[in-house]
């Protein structure tokens, strides 16, 4: 257990618990009820999501934050590492972009995530479900000079999220990425709910590589729906408007359990909820969601703080 309360894990949630997945769509909340929603539901911190959804405008952004009494942790970005040492420049072109929106909020990290599958209008995965061997040796390298450009640049820190319909997804494949990074300058950003998609043990993995887990996000799937999705390979899209991912306790892993195991090794680490639910459907559903997780987590026997 972490020896102070402020070494607690820091929780916060992000724009993915309010069904945000892009920059401009209609069928999600705006900035502005998030913003709002995030600081009534009692949270602090909250990630950019999107790139753009909260907007590009620092000064701006940080005038909206302050409004709300909120505080920046992170910034997402999707990558195609494995391409090869040429997509490294565009790949980080993007991550500069929001590297820099969150070094000017007083973020601390750049979360990086894979491309996913690819999916033809049948829903049938189109190309390869895993990278091959010149694949992986172009990912892995790719990341640590990305993770190496983040650090001496901006001084932020990257975190790879694994992914469900990524070749990023399994334990196996999780832990390969582990064993062929350098942790100066790539580490994980350890998301429950899809480390669970592929029946991923989350506090096994922290306790087996306890200094390279730098980030959390907090998310639980329905085991019984997980099952069914991945029998009749139904598309992670799908799955989630069905809500293959719930509002704990419903789902698993239960987040006691890896708030506390992640607090002995990384005091202060962040904990961001990210409950997908893309789309949302009714704008009045998030809040009273974000609320009751809340709950959960303050009663769940984990240690956090929420400011």
């Known amino acids: 257990m972490p020896t102070s309360p402020q070494d607690a894990p820091r929780v916060g949630i992000a724009p993915d618990s309010w069904g945000v997945w892009n920059a401009v ?4 909340p705006g900035p502005e009820q998030y913003l709002r929603e995030v600081a009534e539901a009692g949270y602090h911190w909250t990630e950019l999501g999107p790139y753009g959804y909260l907007g590009t405008d620092p000064d701006k952004l940080a005038d909206d934050l302050e409004r709300h009494g909120l505080a920046l942790s992170a910034g997402t970005v999707f990558t ?3 391409r090869g040492p040429g997509a490294i420049e565009g790949a980080w072109a993007d991550v500069r972009q929001v590297a820099s929106v969150v070094k000017a909020l007083g973020g601390q ?15 049938g995965v189109t190309g390869h479900r895993t990278f091959d061997s010149g694949e992986w040796s172009s990912f892995l390298a790719g990341h640590d000079e990305i993770g190496r450009r983040l650090l001496e640049e901006f001084g932020l820190r990257q975190q790879v999220h694994s992914h469900a319909e990524s070749p990023i997804g399994s334990y196996r494949e999780v832990v390969r990425l582990l064993e062929g990074t350098d942790e100066r300058y790539t580490n994980l950003c350890l998301d429950t709910g899809h480390l669970a998609y592929y029946f991923g043990d989350n506090v096994r993995l922290i306790r087996e590589h306890p200094s ?4 959390l996000h907090l998310k639980q799937v329905d085991p ?3 099952a069914h999705v991945l029998k009749n390979d139904i598309s992670f899209a799908e799955a989630v408007a069905e809500g293959v991912m719930v509002e704990p306790p419903h789902g698993v892993p239960g987040y006691g359990p890896v708030l506390s195991e992640a607090a002995q090794h990384t005091p202060g680490i962040f904990a961001v909820i990210e409950q997908d639910m893309y789309p949302v459907g009714d704008f009045s559903k998030p809040l009273p969601i974000a609320r009751r997780t809340r709950e959960y987590i303050e009663g769940c ?3 956090a703080r929420f400011r």
């Open 25 to 28: 769509d209609d069928a999600q």
């Open 80 to 82: 195609g590492l494995h």
């Open 109 to 123: 990290y750049v979360i990086t995530i894979p491309e996913l599958w690819e999916r033809a209008a049948d829903g």
């Open 212 to 215: 390279r887990i730098g980030y």
């Open 224 to 226: 019984d729906y997980l």
């Open 301 to 303: 026997g984990g240690p």
